[in-house]
């Protein structure tokens, strides 16, 4: 395999930007967005809280911001699969005076909301839901004062540290674990680039909040996402061959740009080069231990990975990956072992024998990663694979099966 690919707009910071551009003052130009479902959901949120879009003419997204001020919806406002414009959006729906109303699609009513609800309540939101979950109703105002957070998903705190800077009085959060660091670090990323008064211990236990703020207006462009890149850096790691992945800055904050360490220990050859990455592989891979609680996006690519390297993977301290848009580690541990691969559930992770695997009908189960992992599984299995629900790549990466038949693999869509 040989070949290039130009890796799509981050939906980690498509979303950041389009939440902090909705309560900014005057007008924000976001460059080089992710235009995927999730993205989406989250524009059409900003939308029905009163911010105003705009498509520039070069793909930009320009969005007028409320200062603040959110508009009453009168309706209940659809965040489709995305569960990270959905924890954001409740938390600054908590800043308002008025009642505003989420809900989602079937995989969405199953994330929990919990801890992000619990540390709200406590600054003095009431939220109206069944079991912690979607639909969901939540009344402001919050206020400025003590909280604290179980950051089982990093997009709780996230959630807070975004919404907290535009109550009246200062607040402080505790946090009592901390998954998905990495993610955090792209929020405080985004907090210093408004000049929001922030600090945090080392180990960030503790997060002090100055209140009172109002984010101005910003003109920036979206990186490329690394999360995304890990599908086609897989199978030319698998199969073999030279690719070059553009769009990508190693010097940003996401933390899936590790993925391409994991891979360099599995034995595949990386050369950083100014505007992305060279990747060049023999088709042979070795098995490894890999902790993936700071990429637990990671586990099903991985996964797929250590089915096809010699000897043992692990892949572990990820439980979160649980609790994503399916339950990925018995998602993935039940469709590995449908195309005849070995492989053991552990409660937080999978350990993979590798060997290869044998093509198989599997379900993605609507989950995007699950879609573009078993897609690269499929593709060097032997015989064929077909994959129910396989649009879902759409969520984050449109061109997905676009990008890798140019590539030259075999791939048909139906229906």
């Known amino acids: 395999m040989r070949g290039d690919v130009s890796i799509p707009g981050s939906k980690s910071h498509t979303i950041r930007a389009v939440a902090i551009s909705s309560v900014a003052d005057g007008v924000s130009t976001i460059g080089a967005p992710l235009v995927s479902e999730d993205a989406l959901s989250a524009l059409g949120a900003a939308v029905a809280l009163g911010a105003e879009i705009e498509r520039g003419d070069d793909g930009a997204w320009v969005v007028g ?106 607040s402080r959060v505790s946090v009592e674990r901390l998954n998905e660091r990495p993610y955090v670090e792209m929020t405080l990323d985004w907090l210093r680039f408004s000049g929001v008064d922030v600090s945090f211990s080392g180990d960030m236990d503790i997060f002090e909040i100055r209140g009172g703020f109002r984010y101005p207006a910003f003109e920036r462009v979206v990186p490329g996402d690394f999360s995304t890149a890990s599908f086609p850096l897989a199978l030319v790691s698998i199969l073999g061959g030279e690719l070059f992945l553009g769009n990508l800055d190693f010097d940003d904050h996401q933390g899936d740009k590790a993925v391409f360490d994991y891979f360099e220990r599995m034995g595949v050859e990386v050369e950083r080069r100014s505007g992305g990455v060279l990747v060049r592989s023999s088709g042979r891979l070795k098995g490894g231990e890999f902790d993936l609680n700071a990429t637990p996006d990671a586990l099903p690519i991985m996964a797929v990975a250590g089915a096809f390297a010699e000897g043992e993977t692990l892949l572990f301290n990820c439980p979160q990956a649980r609790i994503k848009e399916t339950d990925r580690i018995s998602a993935m541990a039940a469709a590995l072992r449908s195309m005849e691969a070995s492989v053991e559930e552990l409660p937080d992770g999978l350990r993979i024998r590798g060997g290869g695997v044998k093509g198989a009908e599997v379900d993605s189960l609507g989950d995007h990663r699950i879609a573009m992992s078993f897609t690269v599984a499929g593709l060097a299995a032997e015989g064929a694979t077909t994959i129910l629900n396989a649009d879902a790549a759409s969520v984050t990466y449109p061109a997905f099966y676009d990008d890798i038949r140019r590539l030259g693999a075999d791939i048909r869509l139906e229906g």
């Open 65 to 170: 911001g409320t200062s603040g001020r959110l508009r009453d919806p009168g309706a209940v406002v659809d965040m489709g699969n995305s569960g990270t414009a959905l924890r954001l959006f409740t938390a600054l729906a908590a800043t308002a005076d008025f009642p505003v109303a989420f809900d989602g699609d079937e995989s969405l009513r199953t994330r929990p909301l919990e801890p992000l609800i619990a540390a709200l309540e406590r600054l003095g939101a009431a939220f109206f839901c069944d079991g912690g979950r979607c639909p969901v109703t939540v009344r402001g105002p919050v206020r400025g004062g003590d909280t604290t957070i179980d950051a089982v998903s990093s997009q709780f705190l996230s959630a807070l540290l975004i919404a907290l800077p535009l109550v009246d009085g200062d």
